[in-house]
């Protein structure tokens, strides 16, 4: 099972970015999807998740600003990031959790927020 995420990068404070994460390499079902972060130092953290009916959950401090959508036919999610803060600088993972066999994570994928 493989989880490939892109689309990390460097972008200036207001800016947008678009994550992506495509899992391969298994048939069984996808329940939740969903993406993390971990900021040097911290705990990594919950950004958003998305059910298999598109019930969404966004961490307070990106509510308004990330949307989070799943398209089950390619088998990925994606992170729509718009006015970027600084204090969203982090190492992004993606997580699927699959039917049978439970959670994957990627490889994870920085982004960074310039002042």
């Known amino acids: 099972v493989q989880l490939q995420a892109s689309g990390g990068g460097l972008v200036q404070a207001g800016g947008s970015l678009r994550l992506s994460c495509a899992a391969s390499g298994t048939a069984f079902s996808i329940n939740n999807m969903g993406w993390y972060r971990q900021a040097p130092g911290k705990q990594r953290e919950l950004v958003a998740t998305?059910?298999?009916?598109?019930?969404?959950i966004y961490a307070d401090s990106v509510k308004g600003r990330f949307t989070i959508s799943r398209f089950d036919a390619e088998r990925t999610v994606s992170l729509q990031m718009n006015s970027l803060k600084p204090e969203d600088t982090a190492v992004y993972y993606c997580?699927?959790?699959?039917?049978?066999?439970?959670?994957?994570w990627g490889q994870g994928t920085q982004v960074t927020v310039s002042s």
């Open positions: 997580n699927v959790n699959f039917e049978f066999i439970g959670d994957r």
């Open positions: 998305i059910t298999a009916r598109g019930r969404t």
